[in-house]
C-alpha cells in the first residue's frame, strides 16, 4: 500500500537554481497538502490544495509555488531557490479539509540548498 | 502567544516507563485532536485521534483531552524501545476549510 509518495527522497540545490518536489497518493483523497519541517519551528504549511483544481496559500508560501495536477498529484516548485529553504518537505493528502478528516504524510524530501 | 503549546523534550525513559505527553492550547474551538508519531527520517503517522471531551483507548496507547482545562494527553503504557520517536499533537476547529494545527513535537527515548 503506497499511501503517499514523494520524490526525490534528496536533493542537493545551487542559490537560484530551480527544482519541483513531485507528490503522488493513491487513497483517492480530495485534498493534498505541502509543509515544510525545521527544528524548533515544527510543521508549517506552505500551500494546500482542497480539491483538484484548486490551491491556496498556507503558512509560509513565499517562494514557492503549486500545481495540481490531477486528484493523485500535487507539485511543489522552487523557481529561484535560497538556503533559508533549506528544509524538510513533506507532502500530505486527507479525505477533505477539515478537523474531522485526518491527514496522511509521505516520508519526505530532505532539500539543501548552498 | 502559539495556538498549541508543546514541550519539545528530549525526554528520556528506562523501557517499561509510563509515559506521559501533554499539549496546551488557546482556542475553546478546537473540536478534533490528534497524537501523530514520527520516527527518524520519516513522516508523521496518526496514532490517535479523539473528538471533543475523552479518553480513548488503543493497546499500551491512551489519549485524553480535557476541554475544560484546555490540555491533552497521550499516555504510553510499558514503552519500548520502538516507541523512541518524536510526538506531534494536533488539532483542529470544526467545520469545513479548518486546517490542523500542530504541536512543535515531544522527542522520546526509551532506553532498553
Known amino acids: 500500500n503506497a499511501g503517499v509518495t514523494q520524490t526525490p527522497k534528496f536533493q542537493v540545490l545551487k542559490t537560484g537554481q530551480s527544482m519541483t518536489l513531485q507528490c503522488a497518493q493513491d487513497?483517492?483523497?480530495?485534498?493534498m497538502y505541502w509543509y515544510r519541517q525545521d527544528p524548533g519551528m515544527g510543521l508549517r504549511l506552505i500551500y494546500y490544495s482542497a480539491s483538484e483544481g484548486t490551491t491556496d496559500k498556507g503558512e509560509v508560501p513565499n517562494g514557492y509555488n503549486v500545481s495540481r495536477l490531477n486528484k493523485r498529484e500535487f507539485s511543489l516548485r522552487l523557481e529561484s531557490a535560497a538556503p533559508s529553504q533549506t528544509s524538510v518537505y513533506f507532502c500530505?493528502?486527507?479525505?477533505?479539509?477539515?478537523?474531522?478528516?485526518?491527514?496522511?504524510f509521505g516520508d519526505g524530501t530532505r532539500l539543501s540548498i548552498l | 502567544q502559539k495556538e498549541v503549546e508543546q514541550d519539545p523534550g528530549p525526554l528520556s525513559v528506562p523501557e517499561g516507563a509510563i509515559v506521559s505527553l501533554n499539549c496546551t492550547y488557546s482556542n475553546s474551538a478546537f473540536q478534533y485532536f490528534m497524537w501523530y508519531r514520527q520516527y527518524s527520517r520519516k513522516g508523521p503517522e496518526l496514532l490517535m485521534y479523539?473528538?471533543s471531551s475523552g479518553n480513548k483507548e488503543d493497546g499500551r496507547f491512551t489519549a485524553q483531552v480535557d476541554k475544560s482545562s484546555k490540555y491533552i494527553s497521550l499516555f504510553i503504557r510499558d514503552s519500548q524501545p520502538s516507541d523512541s520517536a518524536t510526538y506531534l499533537c494536533a488539532m483542529s476547529a470544526a467545520g469545513n476549510n479548518r486546517k490542523l494545527i500542530w504541536g512543535l513535537g515531544t522527542s522520546l527515548a526509551v532506553n532498553p
Open positions: 500530505a493528502s486527507s479525505g477533505r479539509v477539515g478537523g474531522n478528516q485526518p491527514q496522511h
Open positions: 479523539t473528538y
Open positions: 487513497m483517492n483523497h480530495n485534498s
